[in-house]
């Protein structure tokens, strides 16, 4: 082959090739968009889950995407550091105040922080539910931002913090 014939071909291969590599180059400094769909689908029905456990009352299924060493902030800012001590604070609640309750759970925005590690936004609305004085609770909104974790492979919540927008302080804090 010829000296031109060879510069030629390694334009071509250049121009080819580059396009590729900046991509691949991009997608690895970018960690926030490098979700697959497939997790993006795994994440949600983690929370369509829970939302199902909540739903049929049951604190077992409910906690069965959470990581046994879950970190769990309650809306009043209780804390629990454990799968267990959530599903056994869920059971009282389903027992009681949360009985007649309906949650629907909305999934806003999926960030992943590494290919194994992803922070969720997620909308809650509850109907059906009591106060602690017994009254009834009828609408209540919020937020929650779960931290999850794949682990072997499978996806599960290893940290919970939830905001109720309709909450008010109690009576000794006003």
């Known amino acids: ?58 604190a077992h299924a409910m906690c069965s995407s959470l990581a046994d060493d879950v970190q769990w902030v309650s809306w009043r800012g209780d804390v629990s550091h454990s799968r267990k001590q959530v599903e056994d604070d869920h059971a009282t609640l389903f027992a009681g105040l949360y009985k007649n309750s309906h949650r629907t759970d909305t999934v806003k925005a999926i960030r992943f922080l590494t290919p194994e590690l ?29 931290l999850m974790a794949k682990r072997s492979g499978r996806w599960v919540i290893i940290v919970s913090h939830t905001a109720d927008f309709n909450a008010k302080a109690p009576d000794s804090a006003r």
């Open 118 to 146: 992803a922070s969720v936004d997620n909308y809650w609305s509850m109907t059906g539910a009591k106060m602690r004085d017994g009254s009834d609770w009828p609408y209540r909104a919020g937020y929650v931002n779960f």
């Open 1 to 58: 082959m010829n000296t031109r014939m060879e510069k030629i071909l390694a334009i071509v291969v250049v121009l080819l090739v580059a396009p590729v590599a900046m991509s691949l180059a991009r997608a690895a400094d970018n960690p926030g968009n490098s979700g697959a769909s497939e997790d993006d689908a795994a994440i949600k029905q983690v929370v369509a889950g829970f939302s199902e456990g909540w739903n049929s009352h049951d």
